[in-house]
């Protein structure tokens, strides 16, 4: 299995640290953020890593070259000025990562999920980590269940960045600059998102308060 790790965003609400530093590049005591993430799948038995690349791009492929300090090779997808968004990255992505299912994982969360699960999942189309709702999310985004993502339901979970997708899942969407939550609410309505739900540690860092939260 290939794993993707969406950094290409802005990340308006982390200005003006964004504005010389790329998201995934932000430091977390002492470490960049990306660098948990490329040495968590590493550990998880990861080895070909697909990056997409927009806002000071050439900043984090200078910072993490092939990959080779970690073990995986590293495969930068280049997007435009302004990203492409979720789905639209993906989507560009995918000769990338191949014909079976992948991974993804959000270039701006923190969390210990033991990716090396994701692995071993069987993928028709999309499957969903959801965590309990954080704060700043109260009312969730999707329900779970018997094991099936629903677009409406109690309790409602927060969708928590981290993912698997079947290339299929992106036969018919509509390419250009788009995001990929309206596709998986559709989906889910018709029970082709399958989900779980991780309790472990999780954090969202896309404001500064959430950040200095985690930097402690």
């Not at 308006?12 to 977390?28: F, G, H, S, Y």
């Not at 210990?112 to 965590?131: F, G, M, W």
């Not at 993502?149 to 309790?155: L, M, N, R, T």
């Not at 860092?205 to 959430?210: D, H, L």
Request: with cysteine; aromatic share 8%.
């Amino acid at each position: 299995m290939r794993a993707m790790i969406l950094a290409a965003g802005r990340g308006e609400r982390l200005r003006p640290l964004t504005d010389t530093v790329p998201k995934p590049l932000i430091d977390i005591n002492g470490k960049p953020l990306i660098e948990f993430h490329l040495e968590n799948l590493a550990l998880a038995g990861f080895r070909e890593v697909v990056i997409n690349l927009a806002h000071l791009g050439e900043m984090i492929r200078d910072k993490l070259g092939t990959g080779s300090n970690w073990g995986l090779n590293i495969h930068y997808s280049q997007e435009p000025s302004g990203a492409l968004d979720t789905g639209g990255g993906i989507q560009q992505a995918l000769p990338l990562l191949g014909e079976s299912p992948f991974a993804i994982i959000n270039g701006d969360i923190f969390f210990q999920y033991p990716l090396a699960r994701l692995r071993a999942i069987k993928c028709d189309h999309a499957h969903l980590v959801l965590v309990p709702n954080p704060e700043h999310n109260p009312e969730g985004d999707f329900a779970l269940q018997g094991g099936h993502i629903i677009p409406d339901g109690q309790p409602c979970f927060t969708f928590s960045g981290i993912s698997v997708y079947h290339p299929r899942f992106f036969a018919s969407a509509p390419g250009g600059r788009y995001s990929v939550v309206p596709m998986l609410r559709a989906a889910a309505a018709q029970r082709h998102v399958t989900g779980e739900i991780y309790k472990g540690i999780w954090h969202d860092i896309g404001t500064r308060e959430r950040l200095d939260c985690l930097r402690g």
